[in-house]
Structures are given as structure tokens and as C-alpha cells.
């Protein structure tokens, strides 16, 4: 009940920021573009016959890339880190919630509320408006059991994305200034979690390591689904990746804050 | 038994220092260099249900580390706490939905939202039934006169609306036991009256045992039967506020305002301040009753008035922190 009030708190805050939002959708539709023309620039420039994933499947993937940014565990929680800066994490610690489930919940809510402000605009350009100018450019609409599939392993996306989070957090009691961790983590997932190009294109020797990480869940085995590049009945095994992922992360943290707060340390009045 | 017992609780903190200058800080990457700090060191008290406890000392002294510890956010290294029959840091879930804590350098409103759905958000953390809360909202919302601030954003408020506001937030799942770390600090006269009228009713009607810390003494002497003072992290002195000033200096102050500017002096009494022709005198009653040194005073010079008083409570804290 109290991690719903959180959740329904931070949504709101979150659905505030209105201009930010419509200045993000430009920006990630003009940088949508400019990937497009660069990948096609590649597959045209192509001889290889076998590209594990089409051009069409291509622009799909970019699209979706696009509209999920925000959903990409690549920044910390500016609350979180205010908190354990100026000492207000004390409150949090007063109140009979846990800790770690707090910022689970904090975590679900930042990246869904911004991704849902951003994802039916740009869906909706992607896939009713382009056609008309550019059908290149295009997002071509998912079957629906493809549809359908992706929905499921977008709220996967969301936990696993949210215990990432709730990790970062974690690390927040060690390293003070907050922006190491994050860095290493948003880098890594922006690579591996398929924001640069579809993994799939990644070396044939590094597939087996990428899809060992725990990013690929985030972005691009979701994108798969929604393009048709992996069959929705795959979406048994995204899930799985990402419950297991989110699982494991998750219980790393518990060990991690259980320490953590053990050294605590609040300055100061 | 006692509500709240501590017993030899310790906590240091291990502090990074930095050598001056460039090449400090490079060293500082390879080999740091650690101080420990004791914040606490070996802190024993037990208080009554139903107490209101001054908990004061300089800064530094342990004060925050104490409440912390007792609130459950803190893990202590050494001694033993138990709260209403809970150790703290053990069940911290359980012991902190019973007790209410207010950092007054902090707020736990959130920032962005109404004062309302702060409270609101609170009675959901706390699961406090709709009608219990709207009760308690209301009897909280009229004692400190929150009525027009409950629409207002929390960054809005004044430091003394928030700090009314944060006391209504701690309160919200009525708490039998409330930590005050330091709720008056920066607040204008009228808050801080305003707070500690509040507290005492709090305590007096309600019963509830309230650990207070604060730098102002008049705080303390306004609200608290019992001092607690700590300093270097050890309890300095534990009892009521009459009996700490005479452990610490059976001191009088007679003040003197002179007719003309003459000397005064007296050979059981010490002349500690003289502003114009306004002279004060220390002295100890059992050597020299007031009445007989104020006898060789009015007889010795022309005076236009005089009063006795006891030191201010700063002063008699100053010199137990310096002892």
C-alpha cells in the first residue's frame, strides 16, 4: 500500500514536466532519423546476403530505441542522490518501509512515467505519419501476437530496468558523488542493451557475451519481438531472461544495502 | 521497566584525511589515511514513558548519533538499545511505525507536493485507517495552525510553516514516543514558541515521551524536567534541570545598578561584569546569604536598584562542556 502511494506519487511528479517531454520527442525523432539514414547507409553498402536482421526490422528496432530511451537505467536517481548527500536518507530509513523496495518502487514508476508520455507520440509518427512522407523511414506495424508479446516483456523491461536502478542507489552509500557507478552502468547499458545498433549486428564471436549480460533484456530483446525479428512465442524466454536477470540483481543489492547501512555514516544534525 | 534504555552504546566513524596541496592529494588515491571518530562512547540512560528528556551537548558531541541509533536508521558497534521492548537496528520495520522522529535541518515532506498529500502519502506508509488519520489530521491540522498551508507546495513554506508542517508528518500514525532533533533551529521567536507550546501539550495531554535536542536553552528550560548533556561522546550529566545547575555551580548573580560610579567591592564576591554603572556580582550563598551581601552593598554605596538571579543555563552548560 505504501510502495502504490510512492509509485502513484512519483508518477505524478514525473507527468509534470511537459515541455521536457515534447523536447525530448524531437530531439529522439530527429536522432531517429539520422540513425536511419546511417543504418541504411550500411545495409546499402552491405554485400553480406545474410544480415541477421533486415533493414525493415532495422528501422523498427531504431524507432522503438527511440521512444525507450528513458527507460535505459543510464542516469541515478537525482532524489536518491540528494538524499544520501544532504542526509535526508535518514527519513527514508524512519519509516517502516524497506529501503530497497522504496526504490524498486521509485524505480518502476521513473521509467515508466516519462516512457509512456513519449512512446504513444512517437509510435503513432513512426507508424501513421512517416508512411506518408518517407515509408522508408517507416515503423511497420507488429502482428498482434507480437504486439501483444512485446507488452509483456515491456513490464519486464521495467523491473529489470528498475532493479538495475535500485542497484545504482545501493552503490550511492559507498562513492558519495554518484556519478562514477552510473557512467560505467549507463555506458555499458546503452552499448549492450542495444541503443547504438541492434546486438545482433555485434560480431558473431561476441553474441554469446552480450546476451549474458543482464542489458539485452532492457531493449533490444523486446525490439526483436515488436519487429518480428525473433517470433512472439520467444517472449517465454525474454521474460525468463528478464525475470532471472532482475531477480539476481535484486538480491545483490539486499546484500549490498544490508551493508551499507550497516556503515552508515550521517553527518550532522 | 523503562520505555527506552541504552546501555554503553558506542559508534565510531572512521573519517578520510587528506593531506594540503597537490601532492596530498595524489597520495590520497594510493595510500589514505583514516581517523577514527568516536561519535559515542559508551552512552547509558533510561527514560520513562511519558518523559519529556533534554538531550543537549556542543556540536559534535553525539546528540544526533544518539537519536539515530534509538530512531533505528543507525547501527551502533558496541552496547545494547531497546525501545518499547525492541532493539532499533533489529526490527527496524516494526520499531519505526511506533515512533515519530523530526531532523529539523531536514524535511520528510515531499517537496513537490501539497502539504495534504504529503500527509496523505504518510497515512498510506503508516496504513493508518482513513478514519483514524482523518481524526488525527484534523486535531494535528488545528494544534499548529496548518489550515491555510495544506494546498501549498512544501518548497514554498517558511522554515517555521515546514517545521509545523514536518511535526504534523511525524505525528500522522500518532507515535508513543517522538525524537526531536533539534525542531527549533533558525526558526523566528514566534515558531519556536508555537513548537514548544506544542510539544508540551503533546506530551502533557497526550502522554507521549518526547527526546528532545536542541542549542537553545531556553528550549530546555522552557519544556524539559530532566537534562541529559553529553560532550565527546560520554553522558556529562543526567537529571533535573535545578539539580545539573547545582552540580555544576551553586552561583548566584546579584546585578547592581550604582547612583554614581564608584568601585565596588566585596571579599565573598567577584565583580564578573560591569557595563556603566550596572556592576554584577558573582557570588556562593553558602558563604554569603543574599541578604546579608546585599546589606553591605546598600550600605557601602548609593544604589538605584538591584536584583538576584541564577546564571543563564548557557553559561552553567558552557562550563560542563569545559570541564
Redesign the interface.
Known sequence: ??Y???IA?RF??LL?YRAAALAGLFTQIFFGIVRIMILSAFYAASRSQHAPMSLREVVGYIWLGQAMLLLMPWRIDEDVLRQVN???I??E??????LQAVWLARGVAWRTAPVLLRLVPMLVLAMVVLPIFEPAWALAPPSAAAFAAWLVCFAGAIVLSAAISALMNVTLLWSLAGSGIPMIVGALATIFGGLTIPLVLFPAWSQPIIYALPFAGLLDLPSRIFTGNLPAHDVIYVLADQLVWSLVLIAFGRWLLARG??K???Q?? | MPQIVARDLAKS?RVAERSPGMLGAVRGLVARRYKTVDALAGVSFSIEAGELVGYIGPNGAGK?TTI?IL?????PDGGTAEVAGRVPWRE???H??R?G?V??????L?W??PVI?SL??LR????VPADAFAKQRAELVELLGLGDLLDTPVRQLSLGQRMRADLAASLVHAPDILFL??PT?GLDAVSKLAVRAFVQRLNRERGVTVIL?THDMDDIEALCERVIVIGGGKILSDGPLAELRAQVSRERWLTVDLADGSDISDPDATVIRRDGNRVCLAFDPSVVSPAELIRRVTAAHPIRDLFVENPPIETIIARLYGA
Open positions: 500500500m505504501g502504490l502511494a510512492i506519487a505524478r511528479t509534470q544532504d542526509g535526508s535518514v527519513y530509513l524512519a519509516r517502516p518501509l524497506d547501512v550497516r552508515l555514516v550521517v550532522g544534525g | 566513524f544526533s539515530k530512531a533505528g536508521i543507525l547501527v527496524r520495520i516494526a519505526v511505525a515512533i522522529v531532523f529539523g535541518q531536514r524535511t520528510q515531499w513537490d507536493l498529500e496523505d502519502m498510506h506508509i503508516y496504513k532533533d533539534e533551529i535536542t
